[in-house]
């Protein structure tokens, strides 16, 4: 009796969770199906299987606007970001976790003040910069504030902080700098926390609408959500082309998850575990 009693009070557990999840995944399950369902069926309920399936908004969105350059501006911005992020979070993370020096307290307090100020109000004096600078509407512009966050580097340096120190100082007895130590022994054991970082990185890029919105002007150098914005109607929404833009847009995030969610699981219970 026990036995059978174990499975169903299992089944019965996970019950609740699997129907939060079933609901959570129905908009994006609509959003799916609704891309590539005729436009004459499109506002009928939704069958939980589509009987009819057409790529007519896929080609008129490729057709009508240059989604195709929008979406290579999104991939090229996501990418640098993500690149810069994981490598120079990286090394201020080990600066400030294994490194000693003169205001370094002081200067991670700093970092971490900087996480409670609104993006809203580091907007416009970023905006004067870049303008001043003559970087609008290029890729330097769109990606230049975005390099480097505050968050990235106290999520590295956290885990950073759980490596042995030893293994460290056995390094910098052996003769490595720490150029060396970084590179050859922290980064490849901080890879659950870099693949966080990156996937976080890239999620944030990917989907940022504000800052692209100001600072591009033509639009070949729009990103993914800003092309999106712009094929909306002031009296008429075309639901098919919305649905398939935000497919395409949404797609890459979930292979990407998917792909890297035990590397992304892992390093977001860093430090839950003590002992």
Same mark, same amino acid.
């Given at each position: 009796?026990?036995?059978?009693?174990?499975?169903?009070?299992?089944?019965?557990?996970?019950?609740? !969770? !699997?129907?939060?999840?079933?609901?959570?995944?129905?908009?994006?399950?609509?959003?799916?199906?609704?891309?590539?369902?005729? =436009?004459?069926?499109?506002l009928?309920?939704?069958?939980?299987?589509?009987?009819?399936?057409?790529? #007519?908004?896929?080609?008129?969105?490729?057709?009508?606007?240059?989604?195709?350059?929008?979406?290579?501006?999104?991939?090229?911005?996501?990418?640098?970001t993500?690149?810069?992020?994981?490598?120079?979070?990286?090394? =201020? /993370?080990?600066?400030?976790?294994?490194?000693?020096?003169?205001?370094?307290?002081? !200067?991670?307090?700093?970092?971490?003040?900087?996480?409670?100020?609104?993006?809203?109000?580091?907007?416009?004096?970023?905006?004067?910069?870049?303008? &001043?600078? /003559?970087?609008?509407?290029?890729?330097?512009?769109?990606?230049?504030?975005?390099?480097?966050?505050?968050?990235?580097?106290?999520?590295?340096?956290?885990?950073?902080? &759980?490596?042995?120190?030893?293994?460290? #100082?056995?390094?910098?007895?052996?003769?490595?700098?720490?150029?060396?130590?970084?590179?050859?022994?922290?980064?490849?054991?901080?890879?659950? =926390?870099?693949?966080?970082?990156?996937?976080?990185?890239?999620?944030?890029?990917?989907?940022?609408?504000?800052?692209?919105?100001?600072?591009?002007i033509?639009?070949?150098?729009w990103?993914?959500?800003?092309?999106?914005?712009?094929?909306?109607?002031?009296?008429?929404?075309?639901?098919?082309?919305?649905?398939?833009?935000?497919?395409?847009?949404?797609?890459?995030?979930?292979?990407?998850?998917?792909?890297?969610?035990?590397?992304?699981?892992?390093?977001l219970?860093?430090?839950?575990?003590? /002992?």
């Open positions: 009796m026990r036995r059978t009693r174990r499975p169903i009070a299992r089944f019965a557990g996970y019950l609740p !969770l !699997l129907i939060c999840a079933l609901a959570a995944l129905l908009p994006l399950y609509w959003l799916l199906t609704g891309s590539v369902r005729p =436009a004459a069926t499109l009928e309920a939704p069958p939980l299987v589509p009987t009819k399936f057409s790529l #007519e908004h896929f080609r008129r969105l490729f057709s009508l606007s240059p989604a195709g350059r929008w979406l290579l501006n999104s991939i090229v911005l996501a990418v640098v993500t690149l810069s992020n994981v490598i120079l979070c990286s090394m =201020a /993370g080990y600066g400030f976790a294994r490194l000693r020096f003169m205001g370094r307290r002081t !200067l991670f307090w700093i970092c971490l003040c900087t996480m409670m100020v609104p993006v809203q109000v580091t907007v416009i004096p970023l905006f004067l910069m870049v303008r &001043t600078a /003559g970087l609008m509407n290029t890729y330097v512009g769109l990606a230049l504030p975005t390099l480097a966050t505050a968050f990235g580097i106290f999520l590295m340096k956290q885990f950073i902080q &759980t490596i042995p120190g030893s293994l460290i #100082e056995a390094a910098r007895i052996d003769g490595c700098h720490e150029l060396m130590i970084f590179w050859r022994i922290v980064f490849p054991i901080s890879i659950p =926390a870099v693949t966080t970082l990156g996937i976080l990185t890239f999620t944030s890029s990917w989907n940022g609408f504000l800052w692209p919105l100001l600072v591009t033509d639009n070949d150098m990103t993914m959500p800003v092309g999106l914005g712009s094929i909306e109607d002031n009296f008429f929404t075309d639901y098919g082309l919305t649905m398939a833009g935000a497919a395409v847009a949404a797609i890459p995030m979930i292979m990407l998850f998917l792909g890297l969610q035990r590397f992304f699981l892992k390093g219970t860093i430090g839950a575990v003590k /002992g």
